[in-house]
Nanobody, 127 residues
Framework: QVRLVESGGGSVQPGGSLRLACAAS????????LGWYRQAPGNQRELVAT???????NYADSVKGRFSISRDNAKHTVYLQMNSLKPEDSDVYYC?????????????????????WGQGTQVTVSS
C-alpha cells in the first residue's frame, strides 16, 4: 500500500555534495519515522539518519556534521543532503518508512506496523 521511490544518487568526487530524495506514495495519512540507510555488497544495512514527524533527527557518528536529513510532511518526502563526501560513503542508499498511518479511507485511519523500503539509489564517491 505504500511505495517509496528514491532519487538523486550518482557519482561525485571526494569533497563533493549530493542530495537524495525519497517520496512515499499510497493512501498515507502520516508517517512517524523516515530514514536513510546504506549498504555495501556483503555488508549489513546500516543507519545513516532518521527523522520523526516532529523533526527529531538522529545521525550515525560517521556522518554527523556532513549530512543533514529533512522532510516535508505534506509531501511525505524525506531528503538527505550529503556534503564533504568521502570514498567510504559509497554505497547503495535506501529510504525507510515506519509508523505509517493509512487512510482507510479517510476519515478512517489505521496503523500499519510494516516497515517500507525503497529500491535503493547508488552513491559513488571517487576521484
Amino acid at each position: 500500500q505504500v511505495r517509496l521511490v528514491e532519487s538523486g544518487g550518482g557519482s561525485v568526487q571526494p569533497g563533493g555534495s549530493l542530495r537524495l530524495a525519497c517520496a512515499a506514495s499510497g493512501s498515507i495519512f502520516s508517517i512517524n519515522s523516515l530514514g536513510w540507510y546504506r549498504q555495501a555488497p556483503g555488508n549489513q544495512r546500516e543507519l545513516v539518519a532518521t527523522i520523526t514527524s516532529g523533526m527529531i533527527t538522529n545521525y550515525a557518528d560517521s556522518v554527523k556534521g556532513r549530512f543533514s536529513i529533512s522532510r516535508d510532511n505534506a509531501k511525505h518526502t524525506v531528503y538527505l543532503q550529503m556534503n564533504s563526501l568521502k570514498p567510504e560513503d559509497s554505497d547503495v542508499y535506501y529510504c525507510k518508512a515506519d509508523g505509517v498511518y493509512i487512510s482507510d479511507p479517510y476519515p478512517s485511519i489505521r496503523y500499519d506496523p510494516s516497515d517500507y523500503w525503497g529500491q535503493g539509489t547508488q552513491v559513488t564517491v571517487s576521484s
